[in-house]
């Protein structure tokens, strides 16, 4: 009676960790002690003792798992709600039309990326953890030495195995997802690391419950590697049947998501940079067949897992460049190919300004400009100048008519005005926001 008085469930969110979280009162807590230790002594058989540890665990056991009901409702509708028609998960990148997954990633709004931390499974993560420290210290202030841990075992027993069950349904929607969702199956794997750490202290006598977890952690590895991969095909084979680029010159919408999502990825950085040093250098780029040129050669120090991570961003930076190429030549007309390719080449070249932070000491952090250097912004701005170069030519094709011999002065300016009108015209239909952009095409 005096544990189901106190066994009632409680929000572990409300609390920050494990001490904060209330059990008994004092005086409770002394009684069950006294009481727990004179009926181990009173009777040491070991049928008593296991009486006495299932009674414990089974009023506990179902404050837990009443206490942890909550997140296990809210996995199960996230992934309800963000499960869409269709999902097939990674492609291999061949196919002349795009898989679910490849459209989604191609077509995401902004309101739409994942956020560090907003992941139900998650939050259950840590709470159970949290939840599960606290039992622990209730455990030894009342149970026997003798029998504390096999009573913590046997209390976190049912509730670990209902966050395993609900953390393999996570895993198989994280596995079936778009490319964007292995920001949240990066979330998820830093707080397994950091639960799997907390159970072994917790239960350093028992293997079993924290092999759940380790399987979890060796999925999502598994998973990851295959990710940086998939990334890199899709912007070596971009632009199928079903996601070109529209003919109005603007920003691809493959190009902006890639490197919103390369911002979100860079900080996973600790975490990324050890999974890079086991997966070793170019691991991304094997059997890759495309051109030589995409892909920077090594890592600076292949055996450091920030220069690993540091050669693969080059490596998609690289890879978005080509996909800018590919995409120029989807546009039907010279002078909207020099847009587009100007258009998305500039703003791949102010993203990485933009994120050069060395030096700022305001900013504690790399920024993405800072991890690929330098050397990329040149090569995107020795582009974005051979790209003008062809904006101008296309603009002196309208002056061809004037040195025809076989036309008329009226007939080689009719020419020049049709040409000009429709210059002018396709002009007008062109997307053109950046006004550096605007402001550099209109010099030219």
């Known amino acids: 009676q005096w544990l189901k008085q106190h066994s009632g469930g409680i929000d572990p ?61 809210m996995c199960g509708g996230y992934v309800r709600n963000n499960t869409f028609d269709g999902q097939h998960g990674f492609s291999d990148g061949g196919g002349s039309r795009s898989n679910m997954s490849e459209i989604r990633f191609c077509t995401i709004r902004n309101e739409n990326w994942y956020e560090p931390g907003t992941s139900p499974f998650a939050q259950y993560t840590v709470n159970i953890a949290k939840l599960f420290e606290a ?32 953390g393999e349904k996570t895993m198989a929607f994280i596995f079936s997802s778009p490319i964007y969702e292995v920001l949240h199956a990066l979330d998820v794997y830093g707080y397994l690391l950091e639960t799997e750490s907390v159970l072994t202290s917790l239960l ?18 598994a998973h990851l590697s295959k990710s940086f991969v998939v990334l890199i095909n899709l912007l070596r084979n971009p632009f199928k049947e079903d996601t070109m680029p529209k003919q109005t010159g603007g920003a691809s919408e493959l190009v902006s998501n890639t490197l919103t999502f390369l911002s979100y990825l860079i900080g996973y950085k600790d975490l990324l940079v050890n999974m890079f040093l086991t997966l070793g250098d170019g691991h991304w780029n094997q059997g890759a067949s ?28 690289d890879a978005v460049s080509y996909t800018i190429e590919q995409g120029g030549k989807q546009m039907k007309r010279p002078t909207l190919q020099f847009v587009f390719l100007i258009n998305n080449h500039s703003y791949l070249a102010r993203t990485l300004r933009d994120t050069m932070y060395a030096g700022d000491d305001d900013l504690q952090s790399l920024g993405l400009g800072d991890l690929v250097g330098r050397s990329a912004l040149l090569r995107i701005e020795s582009q974005i100048e051979r790209s003008r170069k062809g ?9 061809s008519s004037f040195p025809a011999a076989t036309l008329s002065p009226a007939e080689k300016l009719s020419v020049f005005s049709q040409g000009m009108d429709e210059m002018v015209r396709s002009h007008r239909a062109y ?5 550096d952009v605007r402001a550099m095409l209109i010099s030219d």
Request: hydrophobic share 40%.
């Open 13 to 73: 969110a409300a609390y920050v960790n494990a001490s904060e979280i209330p059990t008994f009162p004092t005086d409770t807590v002394k009684l069950l002690s006294m009481l727990a230790t004179y009926l181990n002594l009173v009777n040491d058989e070991v049928s008593y003792d296991l009486r006495l540890t299932k009674t414990y665990a089974g009023i506990r056991s179902r404050h837990l798992q009443k206490s942890l009901a909550q997140f296990s409702e």
């Open 204 to 221: 350093a006598s028992k293997q079993g419950p924290s092999n759940g977890i380790a399987k979890m952690i060796s999925r999502l590895q």
């Open 391 to 399: 904006y101008i030519a296309t603009w002196k094709a309208l002056m």
């Open 290 to 317: 495309q051109d030589s040129q995409h892909m920077s050669h090594q890592a600076s120090d292949p055996n450091d897992g920030l220069s690993i991570f540091q050669h693969y961003l080059r490596d998609v930076i």
């Open 135 to 166: 039992e622990r210290d209730l455990v030894r202030q009342i149970m026997p030495t003798v029998i504390s841990d096999e009573t913590l075992f046997v209390t976190i027993e049912r509730p670990l195995e209902s966050y395993i069950n609900t």
């Open 431 to 435: 997307d053109i926001f950046d006004t």
